[in-house]
């Protein structure tokens, strides 16, 4: 799916702005109509945290967003498409009362034709959104309902996971114009000749409409044409080629035109990079060098703006990690913003890209990592998330597959990978990347703590194995000794039994309250925070396999209420604004000191 620009036939509206806001839990707004009684929130911006309200604010149900737009009279000849770059968790759009878009699913864009709906002179735009998650959604939430003194349904959903359900529309609104011929999608495939500093581009255009041929051109990072050619589906040559690398980005841009009579109908831009990716031997390789994971589990999480798009804070996050040389990050536990993928694929920053296949585990709690009953674990029977887990993985494809930084699909998070059913419930997802992706990425999911090499049943299925593991942290809290000895043998083990596969960590972390301080080195103080990440830094250096750290989290960020959580997870090595607790120094004398490529001595 093409991300929204404007071009030399293309005309890009925003629609970004405040717009009307109220809860709707009855249906009672007719979305034809102008909203009466309304809220004013700013959108894209979760609406949670814009409204001093506590109990709107955790309200859990169906919402009506609304605005006005008007079209330029000079598009009369164009196609007009309305586009949501993501509406949290499913949306129902209407444009004069008449319905033009439906979605579930709240973290990937859609997009509808509304030329027909469109009428001149003011529009009006409401978008009904439901912020509701069950055992059939993804993310998965304990779905329940009560009823009210006066006999109404009461809703709530109680996350099955370790994030604030921050709802309502996030990611960019934009109206754009195409011509009545237009390209539909563009997909680029670069196959590397390592040896020779060449790579062929393969590249496949879908369009509509009465053209008569399709003009493909490359450009270099100067605008210089380095490549040309024709068709629907083509082959480009590059030579001399400038590779896409690890915290040294190249782009190149490739021009795609439909020509009539001599004429561009249409017109569109993608950059690219240009990067081969394998995993062999138990390495993970990135331009056929090894390359060592240095980074960070993160969220889209800020102050106010919730899990909206938050473009300063993107940059500033991207900033930090250079500034500590780190060198890639997860988009736990959902795909990111498309503004996010952009600044990665230019920043050189490598992403493993997962859907929102988050809470896979019947009856979560922080009280699951202690249990060892694995044979009558019924998650697989319970969870009926087999259809939405298809479209997510669709729809992330589709949207992130040109991403030179995407290098490899996470397929869930902490999933219940130990009890039985998992490989029945897996396999056909794993399939289904690898039939979808034009760039064969590797795939992995990200193991929870239970899932241990006697038990996991599904490592077969991945090219990388991903670990979260709080030992010291969750288990035998404060004893770093204790905690040392089992990852070094947990390692050992999972080395022992899959030679060819790389390991890395995904998560490992320990809550730290900002100025917390203690000689002793206690839970939650900064001194126990850096004595958790030197055993562990201790450990991965012994092991060879061992091909990444991502530690968890890049920030402290929101959660729903328990006793386990003071305002939210505190694990961050950043506090929610940014600033540094004094691990900070540690890691980053560490990831100086570790190149991106060829760590490991074998
Ligand atoms: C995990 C989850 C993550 C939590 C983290 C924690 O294993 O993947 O979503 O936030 O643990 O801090 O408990």
């Known amino acids: 799916m093409l991300y929204p620009i404007q071009t030399q036939t293309r005309t890009l509206m925003d629609l970004s702005g405040i717009w009307k806001f109220k809860v709707d839990d009855n ?82 864009p859609f997009e509808a034709d509304i030329t027909d709906q469109v009428t001149d002179g003011e529009n009006l735009l409401t978008v009904r959104v439901s912020n509701l998650l069950d055992y059939s959604t993804l993310p998965v939430g304990n ?8 006999g109404g349904i009461v809703r709530h959903v109680d996350e099955n996971f370790d994030f604030f359900n921050y709802s309502g529309i996030h990611r960019p609104v934009k109206l754009y114009s195409v011509p009545v011929a237009h390209i539909n999608d563009i997909t680029i495939v ?16 879908q369009a509509t409409g009465d053209y008569d041929s399709v003009r493909l051109t490359i450009f270099d990072e100067e605008g210089q044409e380095v490549a040309n050619g024709e068709g629907a589906e083509a082959q480009l040559a590059l030579d001399q080629v400038n590779l896409w690398q690890p915290l040294n980005a190249y782009l190149y841009t490739l021009e795609v035109a439909l020509v009539k009579d001599g004429a561009d109908l249409d017109v569109y831009y993608e950059d690219f990079g240009v990067r081969d990716i394998k995993v062999e031997k138990g390495q993970f390789l990135i331009n056929g060098e090894p390359f060592y994971f240095k980074g960070f589990g993160k969220h889209e999480d800020t102050y106010v703006s919730g899990r909206g798009l938050n473009q300063p804070y993107n940059v500033l996050d991207v900033g930090l990690m250079k500034m500590m040389s780190a060198n890639s990050i997860r988009t736990s536990h959902y795909p990111y913003s498309e503004e996010m993928m952009r600044l990665c694929d230019r920043e ?26 694995f044979q009558n674990d019924k998650t697989w029977s319970v969870m009926k998330t087999h259809e939405a887990h298809e479209q ?50 590797p795939n992995t999911y990200i193991a929870i703590m239970m899932s241990t090499p006697e038990h996991d049943l599904t490592t077969d299925l991945v090219d990388v194995i991903c670990l979260n593991r709080y030992y010291g942290w969750y288990i035998g809290t404060g004893d ?64 060879n396999n061992f091909v990444g750290e991502q530690l968890w989290n890049f920030s402290d960020f929101q959660t729903k209420f328990g006793i386990q959580r003071v305002q939210g997870n505190k694990k961050g090595i950043f506090t929610r604004e940014r600033e540094p607790k004094s691990v900070v120094r540690y890691l980053t004398d560490r990831w100086k000191n570790i190149p991106n490529f060829g760590y490991k001595n074998r």
């Open 480 to 543: 770093l000794a204790k905690a040392e000895t089992d990852t070094r043998s947990e390692l050992q083990a999972w080395q022992e039994k899959y030679p060819e596969k790389p390991i890395m960590y995904t998560e490992y972390g320990a809550d730290t309250v900002a100025g917390f301080h203690s000689v002793y080195g206690e839970p939650f103080s900064e001194e126990f925070q850096e004595d958790y990440y030197i055993m562990n830094s201790k450990v991965f250096d012994e092991i």
């Open 143 to 150: 779905y329940s309902e009560t009823t009210d003194e006066n």
């Open 348 to 373: 050189g920053i490598v992403v493993i890209d997962e859907v929102p296949a988050v809470g896979l585990l019947d009856g979560f709690g922080f009280d699951a990592l202690n249990l060892e009953d």
């Open 190 to 205: 670069p196959v590397v000749d390592l040896a020779n500093q060449s790579a062929d581009v393969k590249v496949t255009v």
């Open 27 to 108: 249906f009672q707004d007719d979305p034809a109509k102008p909203l009466a009684d309304a809220y004013r929130v700013a959108v894209p911006a979760s609406y949670n945290d814009q409204i001093p309200d506590t109990e709107l604010r955790q309200h859990a149900g169906f919402f009506n967003y609304q605005t006005r737009f008007t079209v330029p009279n000079t598009l009369a000849d164009d196609r007009l498409i309305l586009r949501f770059g993501s509406v949290t968790h499913e949306a129902w759009v209407y444009v004069n009362g008449e319905e033009v878009a439906y979605h579930k699913g709240g973290f990937t």
């Open 392 to 441: 997510v993985l669709r729809e992330l494809i589709a949207r992130d597959k040109n991403h030179a930084c995407v290098v490899m699909w996470s397929i869930a998070n902490e999933a219940a990978n130990y009890a039985p059913g998992a490989y029945e419930y897996f396999k056909p997802l794993f399939d289904l990347s690898k039939e979808l992706d034009p760039q064969q990425r």
